[in-house]
């Protein structure tokens, strides 16, 4: 048993980041899954990529919790396949999910961390995050499937029926006030509101913690500096979220559910709100202690655990590690691979228009087409930079200290 | 119209309207249950258990007070009523008429007032109505003012026939209360009589939980009135600091704590204490006689408490200090200081664990934390644990859902620690009346010194000397393998030494706690430190020759130290009787007073040091450094011999014979390398090292070791002027959060003592553990060696370190207002900068200054060979006198008699000042007059000293000049009459003083030789003298002859006189004035100490001056 949470907690406090990165991979699976298509010259390439990474875990020993957690969510979709949309399989893993969390509880860490009357909501968020996600995707399974032989989806059958507005609409929504009154009262009496002794500004509590719908902007300022994590990055996040129906023009799937008409469409969405801002808040309430150091869900919060901060930029990378030579003196020289680096990354667009997403750049045209994919590389350089710090300890990308501009 | 086809529901209506009714159902439960736990709140249990309680107790008094009762006089006051009545029915014909006539009477006089009041408002109307009438000019302004004054002649009439009316309705009124004035008084004589129950009755009624008091407490109800509500009290003075501001506290502690300030719910031992304390008060009659009759009342009601069946449990506890604390008429009343201004705590809090209430012990925090979990039963269940009693149990059982607070920045202190909270506000003090622990804690930190080594910047414990003495002159005094072994363990060679233990210590060579490896490492390093430090010592040490005294005898001078006062700061013995066993046992600092601690111990003397540098020391000890705290007893040179002879017996010579490691040269070289390269590189040092010889290293070394472990901070020593304490600063530690202790891993060990001490996860448990066993918290810590923790072991008791503690945690950052501050006014300052030299010079090693003090007493068999209580000095000194008293004592020999000596202690003339000044100040007298001058006039002299023999004051008293060379001789019959020489009194005592003192001696100074010629009167007050009556005696008749011509023959005023003892007093003072000598010589400029011996020629070369310069830093 101990053997196991160790090997958990080591699991989750190493490879968090190879989970986001497995992540992306498990979506792409994904959508060759539902097409079918793993047994396909894509599905080869992806089994391939797994073993490349297992191969890499030899040398660079966290890639192997990153090929174990690839090839177990991989081959778990892959056996599951369609059946995943069933709902005696969605009940199981529900049943089993939380069978996880409350035998966990049994452990006195676990209990410490979960049971905090703050941290109780956040808890019950993870589950209902879930199951409305697995029940948005079966609906659209279903429906897909229907089109798939020819046929229309569910709720078209029913869009022409009239419906009352009493009782079919607002007796219902009453029945949901009273419902949730009586929630919320219950609540607020088992679970003690979370109030502290007055706020000292010389004494603050450790871990400082943001409100908890904040706290993946918190987790960010890990990863990159402030102007970013706390400006530019929020700024695009509610920028992006306004720009989506101009961007998005797809006409199909409106009013029903389906993945097969929108895969990229739900899958960047599930990927940026699920993998990357519910995913950071639930990292920054349950594994984020003392210091804003990483503890696995069963570790005792000690605030004495100590981290070696030994953590470099690219330059140092680049120069001294791979080339031998002292830093240069002049920061653009010393910066050049950072910056060119940076500059590849967002001139990326143009080429992606002419390679493998020619496709989205017809359909979309040039402008929507920049922005929208602007938009993904942006959101795509946090899981990008947090992989290379797990990894390889990198600091910054581009570092001019001169300026006071980092990346 | 053709009927619509039927839309078909999206849901069953059925099933709808059953959910409907179950969630209705469901909210209506649960809004109970809101209400439920909204009301259940766990304060108001204690208040209802408290009215419970008060109930039991006010029936009990109920039942006492009706046995008490007068069962015959109530009946015949009963009879006595129905008599009357009886009475009245009998003349019903006339009382009716009476009754009728005043009724008739009342209508008439409602008429008539009415009149009036309506008259004299239209009158002033009216007065408008002229006045404006003339201010407009207009025509019927003469109109208007006849009317006016019509009226007024109107209004006039009126009340005179008010006033009329008003007579004869008064007239009926006494004409009926004839009647019934007899029934009237029966009554209220029964009222009289029942007075103590009907109250008793009416508490009653406000204390149970039925009727009235049920409704106003009804759940939903409750907001209107409820007589469960927290209260609170609003202290102004004390303020909490939320960030930016300062607002005051406000305690709800007594909203649990409900019978804090009444008494009557006291613990069964308080009860018995205080009862004990009353008893005896009444016993010495110091409770006046008003107030006996209550005090009685309270030992019974506090027996009633000790034989009650059940004890009374906190929080309904009586505070046990009623008389200081919280009482209304105490110093501290609560409407000003609540609780959390002494206790602290979260002032606002009424749960009681968010109160910040701290456990005392693990047995205590383990019963209060029996915690309820989040989603346990117990917590689901609480309003049926309510409900049902259930609370109760739990009550016993004293689970009350406690939890440590890290964030609460005043957590109450312990139990032990409680007159930590005295701190804040008694600072400006020397002594805190009332508060022994208090007071004696802190002397306890001036005397261990903690302020030396720890900043501590309040006025108590700043402006004090190092506690250690002068190390410039080491060599003079002492040799290298002595200061080794001292440095190495001080407790080998004395058991009371308060120099702390530096080495060897638990983190570093205890068994347990260190592996053996690392060990063996620790010991060698240890010794390179011990062997450095005494090397730099010897080498920065001053090299004078001291030239030895005379041959002595150490018969005599065993005598001399035991009789001339060395034993008031001093002790010569190590060895002591264990109160327990019996068995002779080494000797610990607690087993002597305070006082006696201030000098060392005396046992090993001639070991430590040598013939030579004792003689001039003991003569001098001023000329070995100058901020010695040893004052000179001004030996003769054959005194001072003989002293030296009689040290020089108490060896200890095993002590020098314990073995003492060599130094190794590469702990030596390891250890200095490790400064080295703080600044140079590995290989500079390395070169700097090969330079240096080893003694040159060792001398290096035992700089850097000396700055490492802070011996500079108790002691001066050459190259570390200026430097800074060594340890954190303790100003403010109380307040210091508990995040920033580091607690280590230890959680509990075995101290010195053999006693199992626990270290709880709080910041007075954390101080006493500190202070007690300063290494503990390096227990399997893993550090380098430089990085482990060095604070000394100074062998603390644990009441030794209970005290130290309360210091340390009452050192707090607290806001009070400043008028909260005790001793803040100028003539208070005054007094406590004098209290400070008095506490600074250890005074009360001999004298009782303030009431307390003279640990020489238990030296001395015979009380009149004590020196003198000075509790009346400032009364009763003269400040010139005293001035030149105290900066040379032999200006005046006042109680010759005496074998202890005061000492000179060159005081600066700023010091002996502040030491006048406070004296005088506390005696409320001007430091300054001119009663010296004063020449009484002949008769009053003649009549004196007539009083003089008949109260025959000559028996003890010599009135025979002393030799007026000054200084006085004193004569022979001085010696042996141990009463002071009267015609000193002219120097020296205050002019009013001497009557008052001849008046009431024994209550100046309880025990004194000097009778009490002038007894007080209980009756009156006054003093009965004894003369009143004896005059007229024939024993007195030559007297009476010699006294009848100073008041002219009438033996009426003579008579009169003689029984007036405040006259006869002043007279006796005029008489003592007039044989007065009225010169003294001057002191001599005193505070600068002789000249020391100067050394011819060094014996030993000085050290070499190459070794430093070049190396530090």
Known sequence: MTFIKDFINVLSASSISFLLLSFVFAFIVFFNLLDGKLKSKGGYAFIGLGVVIVLAGLVIRPLLYLGVAYFLIMFGLATLGGRLWDSRVGLRLLIGGAAAFFLSMLDPNFYLIAAKPDNVPIGAMIFLLGIFTWIALRKAYLNDKQIAIGGIPWEKTESDEKLFTWPDLVYTEMLCMILLTIVMVLWSIVLRAPLEEAANPTSSPNPAKAPWYFLGLQEMLVYFDPWLAGVVLPTLIIVGLMAIPYIDTNPRGNGYYSFRERKWEIGIFLYGFVVLWSFLIITGTFLRGPNWNFFGPYEYWDPNKLVPLVNVDLSEIIWVRTLHMPLPKLWFIREIFGIGLVLAYVSLPPVMARGPFRRFYLKMGAPRFYVGSMLFLIMMALPIKMVLRWLFNLKYIVHIQEIFFNI | ?1113
């Open chain 2, 1 to 1113: 119209m053709k009927p619509q086809e039927p839309i078909p529901h999206n849901y069953t209506m059925r099933s709808l309207n059953w959910i409907f009714l179950w969630s209705s159902v469901a909210l209506l439960a649960v809004t109970v249950l809101m209400v439920g736990y909204d009301y259940i709140r766990g304060w108001k249990w204690f208040q209802r258990e408290f009215l419970r309680m008060q109930q039991e107790r006010i029936e009990s008094d109920l039942q006492a007070a009706e046995q008490d009762q007068n069962k015959t006089q109530l009946a015949a006051l009963d009879t006595q009523v129905r008599q009357n009545e009886v009475d009245i029915a009998r003349h019903r014909a006339a009382y009716v008429l009476a009754q009728k006539d005043l009724d008739s009477w009342e209508g008439e006089h409602y008429k008539a007032d009415e009149d009036y009041r309506f008259a004299k408002a239209n009158l002033d109307a009216q007065r408008y109505n002229a006045e404006t009438s003339i201010v407009q000019k207009r025509a019927d302004a003469a109109a208007q003012q006849a009317e006016y004054k019509r009226q007024e002649t109107h209004v006039n009439d009126l009340q005179l026939n008010l006033q009329e009316v008003t007579r004869k309705r008064d007239a009926a009124k006494a004409r009926v209360d004839a009647w019934l004035k007899k029934i009237k008084d029966a009554e209220d004589k029964k009222k009289e009589l029942m007075a103590e129950i009907d109250l008793l009755n009416k508490q009653l009624e406000t204390v149970k939980l039925a009727g009235g008091t049920l409704v106003l407490n009804f759940p939903m109800l409750d907001f209107i009135n409820p007589t469960f509500k927290v209260d609170q009290v609003v202290i102004p003075d004390m303020f909490m600091d939320v960030n930016y501001m300062h607002v005051p506290r406000v305690d709800r502690c007594m909203t649990c704590h409900r019978a804090i300030d009444r008494p009557g719910f006291e613990s069964k031992k308080e009860a018995a204490r205080l009862a004990a304390e009353l008893q005896q008060k009444l016993d010495t009659f110091q409770i006046v006689a008003e107030k006996r009759k209550d005090a009685e009342d309270r030992i019974k009601q506090l027996k009633r408490i000790q034989e009650a069946e059940l004890d009374t449990l906190n929080p309904w506890r009586t505070h046990p200090k009623l008389d200081t604390f919280v009482g209304s008429a105490s110093p501290h009343p609560l409407l000003e200081f609540g609780c959390t201004s002494c206790h602290r705590g979260m002032d606002r809090a009424t749960e009681f664990g968010r109160a910040g209430h701290v456990p005392p012990n693990h047995t205590m925090e383990a019963r209060w934390s029996g915690n309820w979990g989040v989603f346990s039963w117990g917590n689901m269940l609480r309003p049926w644990r309510y409900l049902t009693g259930a609370a109760e149990v739990d009550n016993q059982r004293r689970t009350w859902g406690w939890e440590e607070n890290e964030f609460n920045e005043s957590p109450m202190f312990p139990r032990q620690y409680y007159e930590a909270g005295c701190i804040k506000c008694h600072a400006g003090q020397i002594g805190v009346d009332q508060g022994e622990k208090i007071t004696k804690a802190e002397a306890t930190v001036e005397l261990y010194g903690c302020y030396a080594c720890h900043k501590i910047n309040n006025w108590r414990f700043t402006d004090l000397r190092k506690p250690g003495p002068d190390l410039n002159g080491i060599a003079e005094k002492t040799t290298p393998e002595w200061a080794i072994r001292w440095i190495s363990e001080p407790h080998n060679f004395r058991s009371t030494t308060r120099m702390p233990s530096f080495f060897y210590q638990r983190n570093m060579v205890d068994p347990h706690v260190v592996p053996a490896a690392e060990r063996a490492q620790n010991i060698k390093y240890q010794d390179a430190e011990v062997h450095s430090i005494v090397a730099y010592l010897f080498a920065k040490s001053t090299h004078r020759v001291w030239q030895p005294g005379p041959a002595g005898d150490a018969g005599r001078g065993k005598q001399l130290v035991e009789s001339i006062g060395c034993m008031g700061c001093h002790v010569d013995t190590e060895q002591v009787k264990d109160e327990k066993s019996g068995a002779m046992r080494l000797a610990k600092r607690d087993d002597f007073p305070l006082e006696r601690n201030y000098g060392f111990n005396l046992t090993g003397v001639g070991t430590k040091t040598h013939a030579a540098w004792i003689y001039n020391w003991i003569k001098n000890p001023k000329a070995y450094y100058a901020d010695a705290p040893m004052p000179s007893l001004r030996l003769t040179d054959q005194e001072a011999a003989d002293i030296t002879a009689f040290l020089l017996t108490l060896q200890k010579p095993q002590f020098l014979q314990t073995p003492v490691r060599n130094v190794d040269p590469r702990a030596v070289h390891d250890l200095a390398k490790g400064y080295l390269i703080n600044t140079l590189t590995d290989r500079d040092a390395e070169a700097k090292l090969r330079s240096m010889p080893l003694n040159e290293q060792l001398v290096y070394l035992g700089q850097r070791s000396i700055e490492k472990y802070g011996c500079y901070s108790c002691h001066n020593i050459n190259g570390f002027e200026g430097l800074k304490p060594i340890g954190t600063e303790l100003t403010t530690e109380g307040s210091k959060a508990l995040h920033l202790f580091d607690f280590g891993f230890a959680h509990d060990y075995v101290a010195e003592d053999g006693k199992h001490e626990e270290i709880l996860h709080n910041v007075p448990s954390w101080v006493y553990n500190k202070v007690r066993n300063p290494r503990i918290y390096d227990d399997t810590r893993t550090k380098s060696y430089n990085d482990k923790l060095k604070m000394p072991n100074f062998h603390l008791s644990e009441d030794e370190a209970r005290r130290i503690t309360t210091i340390v945690v009452g050192l707090t950052k607290d806001m009070v207002s400043p008028n909260r501050l005790a001793a803040q006014d100028p003539h208070m300052r005054l007094i406590e900068e004098g209290r400070k030299r008095v506490s600074q010079h250890n005074c009360r090693a001999c004298h009782v200054v303030d009431g307390r003090g003279r640990a020489i007493a238990s030296t001395i068999a015979d009380t009149n060979f004590l020196p003198p209580d000075l509790s009346p000095e400032g009364a009763r000194a003269q400040s010139a006198f005293l001035f030149n008293f105290l900066k040379d004592p032999t200006v005046m020999k006042i109680r010759p008699w005496l074998s202890v000596r005061m000492p000179t202690f060159h005081f600066t003339d700023a010091e002996a000042n502040q030491l006048v000044t406070y004296f005088a100040e506390e005696g409320k007298g001007d430091p300054f007059d001119t009663t010296r001058g004063m020449q009484p006039s002949p008769q009053n002299v003649e009549i004196g000293r007539q009083v003089f023999t008949m109260l025959r004051c000559a028996q003890c008293h010599v009135t025979t000049p002393v030799n007026p060379e000054n200084p006085p001789v004193p004569n022979v019959a001085d010696t042996t009459s141990l009463a002071p020489n009267l015609t000193l009194a002219r120097l020296r005592l205050r002019h009013e003083w001497i009557p008052d003192w001849v008046r009431r001696p024994n209550e100046m100074i309880p025990g004194t030789r000097m009778p009490t010629n002038f007894p007080h009167d209980a009756a009156s007050g006054g003093f009965i003298s004894p003369l009143a009556n004896a005059i007229d005696t024939p024993a007195f008749a030559q007297y009476k002859a010699a006294l009848l011509p100073q008041f002219g023959n009438d033996p009426v005023r003579l008579k009169k006189t003689m029984g007036d003892a405040v006259a006869l007093t002043d007279y006796l003072r005029d008489y003592i004035w007039s044989i007065g000598i009225t010169q003294m010589r001057a002191a001599g400029t005193g505070g600068a100490a002789p000249p020391a011996v100067l050394p011819t020629q060094p014996s030993l070369p000085p050290a070499k001056p190459s070794v430093n310069a070049a190396l530090r830093r």
